[in-house]
């Protein structure tokens, strides 16, 4: 699996509406066959910050994604939103997708 967090630095006046800045980015790498997950979260510590963090089965799934429609129309639309380049890591995992943590569980 291909798994990939971002950090994005969000201008100030865009940080409560970054949900629906990237409604159909996220809509329509949602809709691709090789995604795994592809979930946003805003930073605890910034409120600015929004945080990314998604996965596709393999590499193909991960070109497929960066050649589509909504990712190049993001990719021109973003830049108005960030108030810096994004922080990515993106590494080749061996897993397939999310597994239970094993030290803690709902107490019964």
């Known amino acids: 699996m291909i798994f990939i967090v971002v950090k994005w630095p969000v201008r100030p006046e865009y940080a409560?509406?970054?949900?629906?800045?990237?409604?159909?980015?996220?809509?329509?790498t949602r809709g691709?066959?090789?995604?795994?997950?592809?979930?946003?979260?805003?930073?605890?510590?910034d409120p600015n910050e929004w945080v990314l963090v998604e996965g596709f089965r393999d590499g193909d799934a991960g070109g497929?994604?960066?050649?589509?429609?909504?990712?190049?129309?993001?990719?021109?639309k973003l830049p108005d939103y960030v108030s810096a380049t994004p922080k990515i890591?993106?590494?080749?995992?061996?897993?397939?997708?999310w597994n239970e943590m094993a030290e803690i569980q709902p107490r019964r």
């Open 64 to 76: 497929e994604h960066v050649r589509s429609d909504h990712f190049k129309a993001a990719v021109d």
């Open 32 to 45: 691709e066959p090789g995604n795994v997950f592809f979930d946003w979260s805003r930073s605890a510590d």
């Open 16 to 28: 409560d509406d970054w949900r629906s800045v990237v409604d159909d980015f996220t809509e329509g």
């Open 89 to 97: 890591i993106s590494e080749d995992i061996a897993a397939t997708g």
